[in-house]
């Protein structure tokens, strides 16, 4: 199972940007896929999740600003980040668990917000 994340860069304080996590198999073939946030001298935070029934979730922090959805076309999930601040500028990281609740991780893409 392979991760792609991409649609990462920078982009100016209230701006937009959107986030894809392409993946090998179809995203219904996980249980949940999210997308994860590292900032510099910060912790992984869980930022958004979808789950198989469709359910989503999101921390405090970006809720109203960003929204978790499936393109099944392409086999991904996008992250839609509007009204972008610079505290949201970190590395993002897709990830996925399967039934049996094994975690695979793609490679990050940076976003970066300026003031």
């Known amino acids: 199972v392979q991760l792609q994340a991409s649609g990462g860069g920078l982009v100016q304080a209230g701006g937009s940007l959107r986030l894809s996590c392409t993946t090998s198999a179809s995203t219904f073939s996980f249980n949940a896929i999210g997308w994860y946030r590292q900032a510099p001298g910060k912790n992984r935070e869980l930022v958004a999740t979808i789950s198989l029934g469709d359910s989503t979730s999101y921390t405090d922090s970006v809720k109203g600003r960003f929204t978790i959805s499936r393109d099944n076309a392409k086999n991904a999930v996008v992250l839609q980040m509007n009204s972008l601040k610079p505290d949201d500028t970190a590395v993002y990281y897709c990830?996925?668990?399967?039934?049996?609740?094994?975690?695979?991780w793609g490679r990050g893409t940076l976003v970066t917000v300026s003031s």
């Open positions: 990830s996925a668990w399967d039934a049996r609740g094994t975690n695979y």
